[in-house]
């Protein structure tokens, strides 16, 4: 695989005014977000649903791709279409989830590292050749006190620069996603040096593992308080906090930066994307690769009536959609 043909994936994941939608739940997660609208968690349901997802029309104005998991990427349509081959010929390029979960991490208590690198070669290869185009891996990183610890924040970035090795010579575009959770009361200031410590470690690994930064994709957390922290920080500070850590720490030669939701409400993820957009003078594309801001309303919809009401739920897709395609541009007239 040529460095051009995975620049030019991970430019077109970018590209002006799109994003990602992340419906790369595990069997356990989706059992989870299923639970809460009282749906059952079976095989045919979670095919069912993310076929609503998929075929929402018109979704490639603004997604260029879509994050699968093990299971998606091997179910088809009702008609028989697999799901990779329907999103290619829609203009939707497959990506697909290829860690296998954050575990306890030995010796740090409240820590996780994220694991997967075992047997991955021929797992990049077959999803591959099952039409994948780019993987994500997600490293979990927990604030609390005394953590996150260096060996936390080494050990994952360590995991990921070798994922991200791999996926290259397999032909894929990384995704790297270091994950500072939100949970917790600390406040914006720790977010943020705990956000700048994990991307320096993550790119310090990435060129000791010979990584290619033209084909690979960063998706960041926000520089954000704290769930549980009395003072919330506001749309400015979130965007102002966040620009500058990135600039501080990510490379301009990446294609571009993309956010996770990680628990905001769907209108918080969009302000603050939109409001870093608005400042200007990015180095890269900063875009959305929302899992629960793009989905939460389709999926309460969808669960009153998965038959009946399949339009109704896709038009949400596609107005979050193309919300968070303004806000990717800095034109979200909140
Ligand atoms: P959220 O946007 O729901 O945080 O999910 C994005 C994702 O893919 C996390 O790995």
Same mark, same amino acid.
């Given at each position: 695989m040529?460095?051009?043909?995975?620049?030019?994936?991970?430019?077109?994941?970018?590209?002006? +005014?799109?994003?990602?939608?992340?419906?790369?739940?595990?069997?356990?997660?989706?059992?989870?977000?299923?639970a809460?609208?009282?749906?059952?968690?079976?095989?045919?349901?979670?095919?069912?649903?993310?076929e609503? =997802?998929?075929?929402?029309?018109?979704?490639?104005?603004? @997604?260029?791709?879509?994050i699968?998991?093990?299971?998606?990427?091997?179910?088809?349509?009702?008609?028989?279409?697999?799901?990779?081959?329907? $999103?290619?010929? *829609? !203009?939707?390029?497959?990506? @697909?989830?290829?860690?296998?979960?954050a575990?306890?991490?030995?010796?740090?208590?409240?820590?996780?590292?994220?694991?997967?690198?075992? +047997?991955?070669?021929?797992?990049?290869q077959?999803?591959?050749? =099952? !039409?994948?185009?780019?993987?994500?891996?997600?490293?979990?990183?927990?604030? +609390?006190?005394?953590?996150?610890?260096g060996?936390?924040?080494?050990s994952?970035?360590?995991?990921?620069?070798r994922?991200?090795?791999?996926?290259?010579?397999?032909?894929?575009v990384?995704m790297?996603?270091?994950e500072v959770? $939100?949970?917790?009361d600390?406040?914006?200031?720790?977010?943020?040096?705990?956000?700048?410590?994990?991307?320096?470690?993550?790119?310090?690994?990435?060129?000791?593992?010979?990584?290619? =930064?033209?084909g690979?994709?960063?998706?960041?957390?926000?520089? @954000?308080?704290?769930?549980?922290?009395?003072?919330?920080?506001?749309?400015?500070?979130?965007?102002?906090?966040?620009?500058?850590?990135?600039?501080?720490?990510?490379?301009?030669?990446?294609?571009?930066?993309?956010?996770?939701? !990680?628990?905001?409400?769907?209108?918080q993820?969009?302000? *603050?994307?939109?409001? $870093?957009?608005?400042?200007?003078?990015?180095?890269?594309?900063l875009?959305?690769?929302?899992?629960?801001? $793009?989905?939460?309303?389709?999926?309460?919809?969808?669960?009153?009536?998965t038959?009946a009401?399949?339009?109704?739920?896709?038009?949400?897709?596609y107005?979050?959609?193309k919300?968070?395609?303004?806000?990717?541009? !800095?034109?979200?007239?909140?």
């Amino acid at each position: 695989m040529s460095i051009e043909q995975l620049a030019e994936t991970a430019q077109a994941m970018v590209a002006p +005014g799109k994003g990602i939608i992340a419906i790369d739940e595990s069997t356990g997660t989706i059992g989870k977000r299923f639970a809460s609208v009282g749906l059952e968690n079976t095989e045919e349901n979670r095919r069912a649903y993310r076929e609503m =997802l998929l075929t929402t029309p018109k979704l490639n104005e603004h @997604i260029s791709g879509a994050i699968l998991y093990d299971e998606t990427i091997r179910q088809s349509t009702k008609d028989g279409v697999p799901f990779a081959k329907y $999103m290619a010929d *829609h !203009g939707i390029i497959p990506g @697909i989830k290829v860690d296998k979960g954050a575990h306890a991490l030995a010796g740090c208590p409240g820590e996780l590292v994220t694991e997967g690198l075992d +047997g991955l070669r021929e797992r990049l290869q077959e999803y591959y050749k =099952l !039409g994948a185009r780019f993987a994500k891996w997600r490293a979990v990183i927990n604030i +609390g006190e005394s953590i996150p610890s260096g060996t936390c924040i080494e050990s994952n970035a360590h995991a990921l620069a070798r994922y991200a090795a791999l996926c290259q010579e397999c032909g894929l575009v990384p995704m790297v996603e270091p994950e500072v959770i $939100m949970d917790g009361d600390h406040d914006i200031e720790t977010c943020y040096e705990v956000t700048e410590a994990t991307l320096r470690s993550l790119f310090d690994a990435l060129y000791q593992q010979n990584v290619l =930064l033209e084909g690979t994709i960063l998706k960041a957390s926000m520089v @954000i308080s704290g769930k549980g922290c009395e003072e919330q920080a506001d749309v400015e500070e979130v965007a102002e906090s966040t620009v500058m850590c990135l600039k501080s720490t990510v490379p301009a030669i990446l294609p571009g930066v993309v956010f996770l939701s !990680g628990g905001q409400t769907d209108e918080q993820s969009t302000a *603050h994307l939109d409001a $870093m957009n608005q400042m200007g003078n990015l180095p890269w594309p900063l875009s959305f690769s929302y899992g629960r801001a $793009m989905q939460q309303a389709a999926l309460k919809l969808w669960a009153k009536d998965t038959k009946a009401n399949i339009a109704k739920a896709q038009q949400t897709v596609y107005d979050r959609a193309k919300e968070n395609g303004l806000a990717a541009q !800095g034109k979200w007239n909140g």
